[in-house]
Protein backbone atom coordinates (compact mmCIF):
# COMPACT_ATOMS: atom_id res chain seq x y z
CA UNK A 1 0.00 0.00 0.00
CA UNK A 2 1.60 3.27 -0.80
CA UNK A 3 1.88 5.90 1.76
CA UNK A 4 -0.39 8.21 0.44
CA UNK A 5 -3.32 5.49 0.26
CA UNK A 6 -2.02 4.61 3.88
CA UNK A 7 -2.63 8.28 4.68
CA UNK A 8 -5.73 8.24 3.41
CA UNK A 9 -7.69 5.38 4.97
CA UNK A 10 -6.37 6.37 8.34
CA UNK A 11 -7.98 9.61 8.08
CA UNK A 12 -11.37 7.78 6.57
CA UNK A 13 -11.12 5.37 9.96
CA UNK A 14 -10.55 8.50 12.04
CA UNK A 15 -13.24 10.47 10.90
CA UNK A 16 -15.49 7.10 10.76
CA UNK A 17 -14.97 6.79 14.64
CA UNK A 18 -14.50 10.31 15.57
CA UNK A 19 -18.00 10.06 13.88
CA UNK A 20 -19.39 6.92 15.52
CA UNK A 21 -18.17 8.47 18.84
CA UNK A 22 -20.04 10.96 18.69
CA UNK A 23 -23.83 9.45 17.62
CA UNK A 24 -22.57 6.96 20.16
CA UNK A 25 -22.62 9.99 22.40
CA UNK A 26 -26.07 11.47 21.47
CA UNK A 27 -27.53 7.96 21.67
CA UNK A 28 -26.28 7.43 24.87
CA UNK A 29 -27.20 11.43 26.12
CA UNK A 30 -30.96 10.61 24.17
CA UNK A 31 -31.21 7.42 26.47
CA UNK A 32 -30.23 9.11 29.52
CA UNK A 33 -32.29 11.68 29.72
CA UNK A 34 -35.23 9.33 28.46
CA UNK A 35 -34.79 7.05 31.66
CA UNK A 36 -33.86 9.98 34.10
CA UNK A 37 -37.28 11.57 32.80
CA UNK A 38 -39.27 7.92 33.15
CA UNK A 39 -38.41 7.91 36.86
CA UNK A 40 -39.67 11.18 38.02
CA UNK A 41 -41.91 11.47 40.63
CA UNK A 42 -45.51 12.65 39.22
CA UNK A 43 -47.69 15.51 41.07
CA UNK A 44 -51.05 15.99 41.04
CA UNK A 45 -51.57 18.78 38.23
CA UNK A 46 -54.29 20.24 40.23
CA UNK A 47 -51.76 21.25 42.30
CA UNK A 48 -49.90 23.24 40.05
CA UNK A 49 -53.20 24.54 38.51
CA UNK A 50 -53.33 26.71 41.62
CA UNK A 51 -50.76 28.71 41.03
CA UNK A 52 -50.38 28.36 37.38
CA UNK A 53 -53.93 29.44 35.76
CA UNK A 54 -52.43 30.25 32.27
CA UNK A 55 -51.37 26.62 31.88
CA UNK A 56 -54.67 24.82 33.03
CA UNK A 57 -56.09 27.13 30.27
CA UNK A 58 -53.82 25.28 27.75
CA UNK A 59 -53.08 21.56 29.13
CA UNK A 60 -56.72 20.70 29.47
CA UNK A 61 -57.55 21.73 26.00
CA UNK A 62 -55.22 19.53 23.76
CA UNK A 63 -53.15 15.84 23.18
CA UNK A 64 -51.23 16.36 26.35
CA UNK A 65 -53.95 16.77 28.96
CA UNK A 66 -53.27 13.61 30.40
CA UNK A 67 -49.26 14.62 30.74
CA UNK A 68 -47.87 15.01 34.08
CA UNK A 69 -46.04 18.18 34.62
CA UNK A 70 -43.16 15.60 35.68
CA UNK A 71 -42.55 15.06 31.67
CA UNK A 72 -41.07 18.72 31.68
CA UNK A 73 -40.22 19.64 34.81
CA UNK A 74 -37.82 18.39 37.53
CA UNK A 75 -37.81 19.24 41.25
CA UNK A 76 -40.89 19.43 41.33
CA UNK A 77 -41.88 17.57 44.77
CA UNK A 78 -39.88 20.21 46.36
CA UNK A 79 -41.47 23.15 45.07
CA UNK A 80 -44.75 21.80 46.02
CA UNK A 81 -44.18 21.41 49.47
CA UNK A 82 -42.42 24.99 49.28
CA UNK A 83 -43.70 27.28 46.39
CA UNK A 84 -41.58 30.15 45.80
CA UNK A 85 -38.91 31.00 43.27
CA UNK A 86 -36.04 30.16 45.93
CA UNK A 87 -37.65 25.96 44.77
CA UNK A 88 -38.69 26.81 41.23
CA UNK A 89 -38.45 23.59 39.15
CA UNK A 90 -36.54 23.38 36.31
CA UNK A 91 -38.01 23.08 32.69
CA UNK A 92 -36.23 20.48 30.41
CA UNK A 93 -35.68 22.38 27.72
CA UNK A 94 -33.71 20.18 25.86
CA UNK A 95 -35.01 18.25 22.54
CA UNK A 96 -35.12 15.12 24.20
CA UNK A 97 -37.78 16.22 26.39
CA UNK A 98 -40.39 16.27 23.51
CA UNK A 99 -38.22 13.19 21.80
CA UNK A 100 -39.44 11.26 24.65
CA UNK A 101 -42.77 10.85 22.46
CA UNK A 102 -41.60 11.98 19.06
CA UNK A 103 -38.71 9.94 18.09
CA UNK A 104 -38.90 10.63 14.58
CA UNK A 105 -39.65 14.37 14.66
CA UNK A 106 -36.28 14.79 16.82
CA UNK A 107 -34.62 12.01 14.84
CA UNK A 108 -34.83 13.74 11.91
CA UNK A 109 -34.49 17.46 13.45
CA UNK A 110 -31.25 16.20 14.53
CA UNK A 111 -29.79 14.23 11.41
CA UNK A 112 -26.68 15.45 9.24
CA UNK A 113 -26.72 18.22 6.73
CA UNK A 114 -24.00 17.76 4.39
CA UNK A 115 -25.57 19.52 1.11
CA UNK A 116 -23.89 23.40 2.44
CA UNK A 117 -20.61 23.45 4.02
CA UNK A 118 -20.59 25.17 7.23
CA UNK A 119 -19.00 28.83 7.37
CA UNK A 120 -20.04 29.29 3.32
CA UNK A 121 -19.65 33.04 3.07
CA UNK A 122 -22.03 34.80 0.88
CA UNK A 123 -19.62 37.73 0.22
CA UNK A 124 -17.10 34.95 -1.64
CA UNK A 125 -19.96 33.49 -3.99
CA UNK A 126 -20.34 34.73 -7.14
CA UNK A 127 -23.36 33.39 -7.30
CA UNK A 128 -24.64 35.76 -4.01
CA UNK A 129 -22.92 39.11 -3.61
CA UNK A 130 -19.42 39.14 -4.67
CA UNK A 131 -16.22 40.96 -4.02
CA UNK A 132 -15.50 43.67 -4.63
CA UNK A 133 -19.42 44.57 -4.70
CA UNK A 134 -20.41 43.31 -1.18
CA UNK A 135 -17.68 44.79 0.81
CA UNK A 136 -18.29 48.11 -0.72
CA UNK A 137 -21.67 48.15 -0.37
CA UNK A 138 -21.70 47.21 2.97
CA UNK A 139 -18.75 49.33 4.06
CA UNK A 140 -19.35 50.27 7.83
CA UNK A 141 -21.38 47.25 8.90
CA UNK A 142 -20.51 44.23 10.92
CA UNK A 143 -21.64 41.89 8.40
CA UNK A 144 -18.61 42.63 5.88
CA UNK A 145 -16.70 40.46 8.59
CA UNK A 146 -18.36 37.52 7.69
CA UNK A 147 -22.22 36.86 6.41
CA UNK A 148 -22.40 33.13 5.89
CA UNK A 149 -25.27 30.52 4.59
CA UNK A 150 -27.04 28.78 6.68
CA UNK A 151 -26.57 25.25 7.87
CA UNK A 152 -29.58 23.18 9.21
CA UNK A 153 -31.60 23.92 12.38
CA UNK A 154 -29.67 22.21 14.72
CA UNK A 155 -26.29 23.79 14.46
CA UNK A 156 -28.09 27.42 14.40
CA UNK A 157 -26.50 28.48 17.76
CA UNK A 158 -23.31 27.28 18.01
CA UNK A 159 -23.01 28.66 14.04
CA UNK A 160 -23.70 32.41 15.45
CA UNK A 161 -21.59 31.86 18.34
CA UNK A 162 -18.74 31.40 16.05
CA UNK A 163 -19.00 33.60 13.58
CA UNK A 164 -16.25 36.41 13.25
CA UNK A 165 -18.86 39.05 12.89
CA UNK A 166 -20.98 38.61 16.33
CA UNK A 167 -18.84 37.95 19.41
CA UNK A 168 -14.95 39.30 18.22
CA UNK A 169 -13.52 35.93 18.39
CA UNK A 170 -14.18 35.24 22.29
CA UNK A 171 -15.97 32.14 21.64
CA UNK A 172 -13.83 29.50 19.82
CA UNK A 173 -14.54 25.47 19.36
CA UNK A 174 -12.95 23.11 22.17
CA UNK A 175 -11.62 20.74 19.26
CA UNK A 176 -10.71 22.89 16.21
CA UNK A 177 -12.85 22.53 13.49
CA UNK A 178 -14.11 19.28 14.47
CA UNK A 179 -16.97 20.80 15.76
CA UNK A 180 -18.53 20.34 12.19
CA UNK A 181 -19.73 17.39 13.39
CA UNK A 182 -20.61 17.84 17.24
CA UNK A 183 -24.41 19.69 16.80
CA UNK A 184 -25.25 19.48 20.03
CA UNK A 185 -25.32 21.51 23.29
CA UNK A 186 -23.28 24.69 22.00
CA UNK A 187 -21.24 25.13 25.24
CA UNK A 188 -20.62 21.04 24.76
CA UNK A 189 -19.07 22.21 21.59
CA UNK A 190 -18.09 25.64 22.47
CA UNK A 191 -15.85 27.67 25.23
CA UNK A 192 -14.86 31.31 26.35
CA UNK A 193 -11.30 31.74 25.31
CA UNK A 194 -11.37 34.94 27.55
CA UNK A 195 -13.48 33.98 30.15
CA UNK A 196 -11.77 36.88 32.42
CA UNK A 197 -13.02 39.74 29.57
CA UNK A 198 -15.75 42.18 31.44
CA UNK A 199 -16.03 43.55 27.91
CA UNK A 200 -18.37 42.87 24.43
CA UNK A 201 -15.38 43.68 21.83
CA UNK A 202 -12.92 42.19 18.84
CA UNK A 203 -10.34 39.76 20.21
CA UNK A 204 -9.18 38.90 16.70
CA UNK A 205 -8.43 40.73 14.02
CA UNK A 206 -10.89 41.56 11.42
CA UNK A 207 -13.56 40.12 13.49
CA UNK A 208 -16.91 42.31 14.90
CA UNK A 209 -18.40 42.93 18.34
CA UNK A 210 -22.22 42.72 16.57
CA UNK A 211 -24.22 40.56 18.29
CA UNK A 212 -26.71 41.54 21.35
CA UNK A 213 -29.55 39.87 22.91
CA UNK A 214 -32.52 40.19 20.99
CA UNK A 215 -30.44 38.58 17.72
CA UNK A 216 -30.43 35.38 20.30
CA UNK A 217 -34.04 35.20 20.30
CA UNK A 218 -34.04 33.38 16.74
CA UNK A 219 -31.22 30.73 17.77
CA UNK A 220 -32.89 29.65 20.52
CA UNK A 221 -35.59 30.13 23.36
CA UNK A 222 -33.73 28.48 26.16
CA UNK A 223 -34.49 31.71 27.96
CA UNK A 224 -38.17 31.88 27.35
CA UNK A 225 -38.99 32.13 31.18
CA UNK A 226 -36.61 34.72 32.16
CA UNK A 227 -37.01 37.43 29.21
CA UNK A 228 -39.91 39.96 29.81
CA UNK A 229 -42.18 40.81 26.42
CA UNK A 230 -40.17 42.53 23.90
CA UNK A 231 -37.04 42.50 25.95
CA UNK A 232 -38.12 45.12 28.29
CA UNK A 233 -35.52 45.00 31.33
CA UNK A 234 -37.30 43.91 34.37
CA UNK A 235 -36.13 43.53 37.58
CA UNK A 236 -38.07 40.14 37.87
CA UNK A 237 -36.71 38.95 34.54
CA UNK A 238 -33.28 38.01 34.68
CA UNK A 239 -32.33 39.16 30.75
CA UNK A 240 -33.79 41.72 29.07
CA UNK A 241 -32.69 43.92 25.26
CA UNK A 242 -29.83 45.43 27.55
CA UNK A 243 -28.14 42.69 28.87
CA UNK A 244 -24.40 41.80 28.69
CA UNK A 245 -24.85 39.61 25.37
CA UNK A 246 -21.87 37.41 26.17
CA UNK A 247 -23.21 36.55 29.62
CA UNK A 248 -26.20 35.94 28.17
CA UNK A 249 -24.99 33.94 25.38
CA UNK A 250 -23.51 31.56 27.54
CA UNK A 251 -26.79 30.62 29.39
CA UNK A 252 -28.10 29.00 26.28
CA UNK A 253 -27.34 26.05 24.76
CA UNK A 254 -30.31 24.53 22.68
CA UNK A 255 -30.75 25.83 19.12
CA UNK A 256 -34.60 26.06 17.85
CA UNK A 257 -36.31 24.57 20.57
CA UNK A 258 -39.59 22.53 20.07
CA UNK A 259 -41.73 24.84 22.11
CA UNK A 260 -41.05 27.55 19.55
CA UNK A 261 -43.63 26.43 17.18
CA UNK A 262 -45.50 23.88 19.19
CA UNK A 263 -47.35 24.89 22.95
CA UNK A 264 -45.82 22.04 25.01
CA UNK A 265 -49.19 22.48 27.25
CA UNK A 266 -51.87 22.45 24.46
CA UNK A 267 -49.95 20.76 21.59
CA UNK A 268 -50.99 23.07 19.65
CA UNK A 269 -49.67 25.27 16.91
CA UNK A 270 -48.37 28.73 18.32
CA UNK A 271 -45.08 31.62 18.19
CA UNK A 272 -43.41 33.10 21.06
CA UNK A 273 -41.46 35.81 19.16
CA UNK A 274 -42.57 38.75 20.74
CA UNK A 275 -41.24 41.26 18.15
CA UNK A 276 -44.29 39.21 15.79
CA UNK A 277 -46.48 38.79 18.20
CA UNK A 278 -46.16 42.71 18.50
CA UNK A 279 -46.40 43.57 14.77
CA UNK A 280 -49.47 41.11 14.72
CA UNK A 281 -51.08 42.81 17.15
CA UNK A 282 -50.36 46.83 16.10
CA UNK A 283 -53.29 49.16 16.39
CA UNK A 284 -52.94 50.65 12.70
CA UNK A 285 -52.98 46.82 11.08
CA UNK A 286 -50.62 47.19 8.84
CA UNK A 287 -49.12 43.98 8.12
CA UNK A 288 -49.07 41.36 5.51
CA UNK A 289 -51.04 39.22 7.99
CA UNK A 290 -53.35 41.97 8.25
CA UNK A 291 -54.34 42.51 5.04
CA UNK A 292 -54.80 38.81 4.62
CA UNK A 293 -58.65 38.04 4.28
CA UNK A 294 -57.85 34.42 4.84
CA UNK A 295 -55.62 34.98 7.91
CA UNK A 296 -55.19 32.77 10.26
CA UNK A 297 -56.46 33.48 13.26
CA UNK A 298 -54.02 33.74 16.83
CA UNK A 299 -55.23 34.39 20.49
CA UNK A 300 -52.63 36.16 22.57
CA UNK A 301 -52.21 35.05 26.05
CA UNK A 302 -50.02 36.57 28.86
CA UNK A 303 -48.11 33.41 30.57
CA UNK A 304 -46.22 35.68 33.09
CA UNK A 305 -46.97 34.71 36.32
CA UNK A 306 -43.51 35.56 37.44
CA UNK A 307 -44.32 38.87 37.87
CA UNK A 308 -43.76 40.95 34.32
CA UNK A 309 -45.60 40.26 31.09
CA UNK A 310 -44.79 37.10 28.72
CA UNK A 311 -47.06 36.84 25.91
CA UNK A 312 -47.45 33.90 23.35
CA UNK A 313 -49.94 33.47 20.68
CA UNK A 314 -51.81 30.85 19.95
CA UNK A 315 -52.86 29.62 16.01
CA UNK A 316 -55.79 28.40 14.64
CA UNK A 317 -54.16 25.94 12.80
CA UNK A 318 -50.80 25.32 11.43
CA UNK A 319 -49.72 28.24 9.46
CA UNK A 320 -45.73 28.14 8.93
CA UNK A 321 -45.49 31.80 7.18
CA UNK A 322 -46.44 32.92 11.16
CA UNK A 323 -44.43 29.96 12.97
CA UNK A 324 -41.42 30.11 10.48
CA UNK A 325 -41.63 33.90 10.18
CA UNK A 326 -40.27 33.98 13.92
CA UNK A 327 -37.26 33.47 12.77
CA UNK A 328 -37.24 33.41 8.79
CA UNK A 329 -38.48 37.55 8.51
CA UNK A 330 -37.19 40.99 8.30
CA UNK A 331 -36.92 42.34 11.84
CA UNK A 332 -34.65 45.19 13.24
CA UNK A 333 -32.54 43.38 16.26
CA UNK A 334 -29.36 45.54 16.71
CA UNK A 335 -28.79 49.71 17.90
CA UNK A 336 -28.84 52.12 14.89
CA UNK A 337 -29.90 55.62 14.13
CA UNK A 338 -32.94 57.96 14.22
CA UNK A 339 -32.46 59.42 10.73
CA UNK A 340 -34.78 62.77 11.89
CA UNK A 341 -31.77 63.46 14.46
CA UNK A 342 -29.01 65.19 13.23
CA UNK A 343 -26.37 63.36 15.03
CA UNK A 344 -25.14 60.55 13.36
CA UNK A 345 -21.78 60.40 15.26
CA UNK A 346 -22.83 57.93 17.57
CA UNK A 347 -25.91 55.49 17.94
CA UNK A 348 -29.39 57.78 18.97
CA UNK A 349 -31.15 54.25 19.03
CA UNK A 350 -29.80 52.46 21.48
CA UNK A 351 -30.67 48.49 23.01
CA UNK A 352 -33.25 50.42 25.98
CA UNK A 353 -35.36 51.88 22.93
CA UNK A 354 -38.27 48.67 21.95
CA UNK A 355 -36.91 49.51 18.07
CA UNK A 356 -34.02 47.34 18.59
CA UNK A 357 -36.88 44.33 18.87
CA UNK A 358 -38.85 44.88 15.77
CA UNK A 359 -40.68 43.38 13.14
CA UNK A 360 -42.21 45.30 10.07
CA UNK A 361 -43.91 42.68 8.69
CA UNK A 362 -44.35 43.78 5.01
CA UNK A 363 -42.51 43.21 1.62
CA UNK A 364 -39.84 44.61 0.14
CA UNK A 365 -41.34 47.94 -1.64
CA UNK A 366 -43.20 49.24 2.13
CA UNK A 367 -40.01 49.04 3.78
CA UNK A 368 -38.59 52.76 3.33
CA UNK A 369 -41.33 53.95 4.33
CA UNK A 370 -42.01 51.91 6.99
CA UNK A 371 -37.94 52.56 8.49
CA UNK A 372 -37.69 55.75 7.32
CA UNK A 373 -41.38 57.80 7.56
CA UNK A 374 -43.07 55.32 10.25
CA UNK A 375 -40.21 53.99 12.87
CA UNK A 376 -37.79 56.43 12.04
CA UNK A 377 -34.98 53.54 12.31
CA UNK A 378 -32.00 53.27 9.75
CA UNK A 379 -29.32 50.52 11.02
CA UNK A 380 -25.50 51.80 9.90
CA UNK A 381 -23.62 54.60 8.31
CA UNK A 382 -22.06 53.68 5.11
CA UNK A 383 -18.14 54.47 5.35
CA UNK A 384 -18.03 55.88 1.93
CA UNK A 385 -20.58 58.20 1.22
CA UNK A 386 -21.86 59.13 4.95
CA UNK A 387 -25.40 58.34 4.41
CA UNK A 388 -27.67 55.78 6.41
CA UNK A 389 -28.63 52.70 5.34
CA UNK A 390 -30.82 49.25 6.26
CA UNK A 391 -29.81 46.24 7.26
CA UNK A 392 -32.14 43.45 5.85
CA UNK A 393 -31.92 40.12 8.15
CA UNK A 394 -33.25 37.52 6.53
CA UNK A 395 -37.28 37.93 4.63
CA UNK A 396 -38.34 35.00 3.70
CA UNK A 397 -41.95 34.59 4.95
CA UNK A 398 -42.50 38.29 3.47
CA UNK A 399 -41.01 37.29 0.28
CA UNK A 400 -43.08 33.63 0.36
CA UNK A 401 -46.87 35.60 1.94
CA UNK A 402 -48.65 36.71 -1.63
CA UNK A 403 -46.51 34.08 -3.69
CA UNK A 404 -47.61 31.61 -6.39
CA UNK A 405 -46.91 28.90 -4.39
CA UNK A 406 -48.45 30.24 -1.53
CA UNK A 407 -51.68 31.84 -3.34
CA UNK A 408 -51.97 27.27 -4.39
CA UNK A 409 -51.94 26.90 -0.51
CA UNK A 410 -48.76 25.11 -0.28
CA UNK A 411 -46.58 26.40 3.17
CA UNK A 412 -43.34 26.48 3.85
CA UNK A 413 -43.60 23.06 5.23
CA UNK A 414 -44.25 21.52 1.97
CA UNK A 415 -40.90 22.27 0.52
CA UNK A 416 -38.87 21.91 3.90
CA UNK A 417 -40.04 20.08 6.49
CA UNK A 418 -42.57 17.45 4.11
CA UNK A 419 -44.93 14.73 5.33
CA UNK A 420 -42.65 11.22 5.00
CA UNK A 421 -42.80 7.70 5.51
CA UNK A 422 -40.54 5.55 8.08
CA UNK A 423 -38.92 3.07 6.26
CA UNK A 424 -39.36 0.44 9.10
CA UNK A 425 -42.21 1.56 10.60
CA UNK A 426 -44.65 2.65 7.96
CA UNK A 427 -45.19 5.35 9.89
CA UNK A 428 -46.11 8.95 8.66
CA UNK A 429 -44.51 12.27 10.14
CA UNK A 430 -43.52 15.76 9.47
CA UNK A 431 -39.93 15.64 8.78
CA UNK A 432 -37.94 18.42 10.65
CA UNK A 433 -34.86 18.19 8.55
CA UNK A 434 -35.51 21.93 7.50
CA UNK A 435 -33.36 22.06 4.40
CA UNK A 436 -33.56 23.37 0.85
CA UNK A 437 -36.08 21.25 -0.95
CA UNK A 438 -33.59 20.00 -3.35
CA UNK A 439 -31.72 18.02 -1.13
CA UNK A 440 -35.48 15.73 -0.77
CA UNK A 441 -37.04 16.11 -4.15
CA UNK A 442 -38.95 13.20 -4.33
CA UNK A 443 -40.94 13.86 -0.65
CA UNK A 444 -41.43 18.16 -2.01
CA UNK A 445 -41.03 19.36 -5.37
CA UNK A 446 -42.50 16.06 -7.64
CA UNK A 447 -45.20 15.59 -4.89
CA UNK A 448 -47.09 18.43 -6.84
CA UNK A 449 -44.95 18.56 -10.01
CA UNK A 450 -45.33 14.51 -10.82
CA UNK A 451 -44.16 14.71 -14.34
CA UNK A 452 -41.21 16.27 -13.72
CA UNK A 453 -38.12 14.14 -12.55
CA UNK A 454 -35.79 15.03 -9.96
CA UNK A 455 -33.14 16.71 -12.85
CA UNK A 456 -35.76 18.51 -14.15
CA UNK A 457 -36.76 19.59 -10.57
CA UNK A 458 -33.46 21.21 -9.87
CA UNK A 459 -32.85 22.32 -13.18
CA UNK A 460 -36.03 24.39 -12.64
CA UNK A 461 -35.21 25.76 -9.08
CA UNK A 462 -31.79 26.92 -10.40
CA UNK A 463 -32.77 28.59 -13.81
CA UNK A 464 -35.20 30.62 -11.68
CA UNK A 465 -32.33 31.17 -9.21
CA UNK A 466 -30.10 32.07 -11.98
CA UNK A 467 -32.08 34.74 -13.36
CA UNK A 468 -32.96 36.47 -10.14
CA UNK A 469 -28.71 36.66 -9.58
CA UNK A 470 -28.17 38.26 -12.79
CA UNK A 471 -30.72 41.10 -11.57
CA UNK A 472 -29.26 40.92 -8.32
CA UNK A 473 -25.49 41.67 -9.68
CA UNK A 474 -26.97 44.69 -12.14
CA UNK A 475 -28.26 46.11 -9.25
CA UNK A 476 -24.47 46.22 -7.10
CA UNK A 477 -23.08 47.49 -10.25
CA UNK A 478 -25.33 50.50 -10.11
CA UNK A 479 -25.07 51.10 -6.64
CA UNK A 480 -21.42 50.50 -7.31
CA UNK A 481 -21.54 53.91 -9.68
CA UNK A 482 -24.09 56.03 -7.12
CA UNK A 483 -21.38 55.15 -4.23
CA UNK A 484 -18.74 56.62 -6.72
CA UNK A 485 -20.15 59.40 -7.88
CA UNK A 486 -21.52 60.76 -4.70
CA UNK A 487 -17.68 60.37 -3.13
CA UNK A 488 -16.82 61.92 -6.10
CA UNK A 489 -19.82 65.25 -5.69
CA UNK A 490 -18.52 65.58 -2.31
CA UNK A 491 -15.16 66.29 -3.56
CA UNK A 492 -16.29 68.85 -6.05
CA UNK A 493 -18.17 70.39 -3.68
CA UNK A 494 -21.53 69.71 -4.48
CA UNK A 495 -24.15 71.22 -1.78
CA UNK A 496 -25.10 69.31 1.02
CA UNK A 497 -28.95 69.52 0.39
CA UNK A 498 -28.26 67.45 -3.50
CA UNK A 499 -26.21 65.30 -1.89
CA UNK A 500 -28.60 64.54 0.18
CA UNK A 501 -31.23 63.59 -2.16
CA UNK A 502 -28.32 61.43 -3.56
CA UNK A 503 -27.79 59.55 -0.67
CA UNK A 504 -31.44 59.36 -0.33
CA UNK A 505 -31.72 57.49 -3.89
CA UNK A 506 -28.68 55.57 -2.60
CA UNK A 507 -30.62 54.20 0.43
CA UNK A 508 -33.83 53.28 -1.50
CA UNK A 509 -31.84 51.43 -4.00
CA UNK A 510 -30.24 49.79 -1.58
CA UNK A 511 -33.39 48.34 0.07
CA UNK A 512 -34.73 47.20 -3.07
CA UNK A 513 -31.19 45.65 -3.35
CA UNK A 514 -30.53 43.97 -0.26
CA UNK A 515 -33.45 42.65 1.05
CA UNK A 516 -32.69 39.93 -1.59
CA UNK A 517 -29.06 39.12 -0.75
CA UNK A 518 -30.57 38.44 3.01
CA UNK A 519 -33.13 36.09 1.55
CA UNK A 520 -32.33 33.13 1.44
CA UNK A 521 -33.65 31.37 -1.70
CA UNK A 522 -32.36 33.75 -4.41
CA UNK A 523 -35.61 34.97 -5.08
CA UNK A 524 -37.26 31.69 -5.98
CA UNK A 525 -39.65 32.49 -3.44
CA UNK A 526 -41.21 35.28 -5.18
CA UNK A 527 -39.23 35.31 -8.34
CA UNK A 528 -41.85 38.61 -9.44
CA UNK A 529 -41.57 40.45 -6.64
CA UNK A 530 -37.64 39.98 -6.99
CA UNK A 531 -37.33 40.95 -10.57
CA UNK A 532 -39.50 44.07 -10.13
CA UNK A 533 -37.16 44.80 -6.58
CA UNK A 534 -34.29 44.60 -8.28
CA UNK A 535 -34.74 46.30 -11.31
CA UNK A 536 -36.37 49.36 -9.43
CA UNK A 537 -33.17 49.15 -7.71
CA UNK A 538 -30.93 50.21 -10.77
CA UNK A 539 -33.78 52.63 -11.35
CA UNK A 540 -32.98 54.25 -8.08
CA UNK A 541 -29.71 54.02 -8.40
CA UNK A 542 -29.30 55.89 -11.98
CA UNK A 543 -31.00 58.66 -10.76
CA UNK A 544 -29.32 59.32 -8.37
CA UNK A 545 -26.39 59.29 -10.46
CA UNK A 546 -28.48 61.90 -12.68
CA UNK A 547 -29.12 64.09 -10.00
CA UNK A 548 -25.42 64.33 -9.02
CA UNK A 549 -24.05 64.45 -12.74
CA UNK A 550 -26.70 67.38 -13.31
CA UNK A 551 -25.66 69.63 -10.37
CA UNK A 552 -21.74 68.56 -11.36
CA UNK A 553 -22.43 70.34 -14.73
CA UNK A 554 -24.23 73.00 -13.61
CA UNK A 555 -21.07 73.43 -10.82
CA UNK A 556 -19.23 73.48 -13.85
CA UNK A 557 -20.81 75.50 -16.08
CA UNK A 558 -20.90 78.47 -13.84
CA UNK A 559 -17.24 79.05 -13.12
Not at 198 to 222: G, M, R, W, Y
Not at 372 to 379: P, Q, R
Request: one cysteine or more; a positive charge.
Amino acid sequence: MGKRMYVLLVAVLALAIVGGIYHTSADAQYKADTKKAAVEKPVKVETCYGCHAPVQELHKMGKHAKVNCSSCHKGLDKHVKSPGPDTRPVTDKSWQACGQCHKEQMESFMKEAYHRPARDEKSQLTNRSPNPFWDKLMMGHGFTKEHNLTRSHKWMLIDHLVVDRAYGGRFQPKNGWNYLFEGGKAWDVLMDKYPDAKEHKAFIPQSAPAANPVCLNCKTQDHILDWAYMGDPDKGAKWSRTSKVFEFAKDLNHALNCYMCHDPHAAKPRIVRDGLIDALTRPDGDTLWHKDPKRTGIKVIDMGVRGYTRKIALLDKYDTRLQCGQCHVEYNCNPGYDPTNPDTSKYTVTMADRRTNHFPYKDVFELYDHYVNKVHFLDFKHALTGGLLWKAQHPEAESYYNSKHAKAGVGCDGCHTPKVKDKKTGKTYTSHFAVTPKAQLKDTCLKCHSKWTEEQAKYAIDSIKAYTKGKMRKAEFWLSALIDKIVEAKKAGVDAETIKKAQDQHLRAHILWEYWTAENSDGFHNPEMARESLTRSVDESQKGIKILTDAMAAKTAAK
